[in-house]
């Protein structure tokens, strides 16, 4: 299993690599499309893998209205693949903007015919248009027409939760049907609704989390930016221990570390 970090290709997240470069396995990076930052990250002997622009950035593959911009990020996602030699694009499927939505979707990015793409879940509400892809029903089409991988996001399929009459461990387990091999990991609360907190935060599961992911896995970490905590997260989804020395932020999952 390879466990990395996730973070932007900005001045910050340059930063930040010196600090975990000998903990982390490799690091996962979102180039922006409007700077060539990202190919500084050149500078560290590391494993790179890379996250295309997304809602963020203005991306969307299901808008008609965000083409141009969507056609931009995904060229500059594609441009940085082929520069860090990266096997895997994780790319989110797009917000729902009307029947029809999932279709142009997939029509949108079969057009890069690019085997690299892991369609990543997104959380059923993550904004008032609502998010494609947050079930492994949503997500079968994709997979299906594009012929690629899936980036499962633990806290997304957590939080979907809240608009879908089942629990997260059963969307979980539905989207491991569709074997994925390559995730995103962090902790957060259904009962707050948030996450992208550190791995020891709230009240999601983190042991289930962990007892999903099979071996042969790539698992990025999507916490915040603190180097003795993602050591510890990192130490966790290794070996499944926990630094009792370092027990700040960690509330109710005990259980899962005795
Ligand atoms: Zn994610």
Redesign the pocket.
């Known amino acids: 299993m390879k466990v990395g970090i996730?973070t932007y290709s900005d001045e910050k997240g340059y930063n930040h690599i010196p600090k975990i470069i000998d903990y982390a396995d490799f690091i996962e990076i979102l180039p922006l499309p409007d700077n060539d930052f990202y190919k500084q990250f050149a500078d560290f002997d590391m494993e790179i893998r890379i996250h295309a622009p997304h809602q963020g950035q203005g991306a969307d593959p299901a808008d008609r209205n965000a083409v141009k911009r969507t056609m931009q990020c995904m060229k500059t996602a594609i441009g940085a693949a082929d520069l860090f030699d990266s096997p895997t694009i994780?790319v989110h499927p797009g917000t729902y903007t009307g029947v029809g939505s999932t279709m142009r979707a997939i029509e949108f990015l079969k057009q890069f015919n690019d085997g690299r793409f892991l369609i990543?879940n997104l959380p059923a509400e993550c904004n008032e248009k609502g998010e494609l892809g947050s079930t492994a029903e949503d997500m079968a089409p994709f997979v299906k027409t594009l012929g690629c991988g899936i980036?499962l996001?633990f806290?997304?399929a957590t939080l979907t939760e809240h608009a879908k009459a089942k629990g997260y461990k059963q969307i979980i387990n539905e989207f491991m049907r569709l074997n994925p091999k390559y995730f995103?990991i962090m902790g957060g609360s259904i009962k707050e609704n948030i996450d992208h907190k550190n791995l020891f935060y709230g009240d999601f599961d983190i042991g289930f989390f962990k007892e999903c992911i099979p071996r042969d896995a790539y698992v990025?970490l999507?916490t915040p930016h603190d180097a003795g905590m993602q050591k510890r997260e990192i130490e966790f989804i290794k070996k499944g221990k926990y630094s009792k020395t370092a027990v700040f932020g960690f509330r109710k999952c005990r259980g899962i570390f005795e």
């Open positions: 996730k994780v990543e980036c996001d806290g997304h995103h990025v999507e």
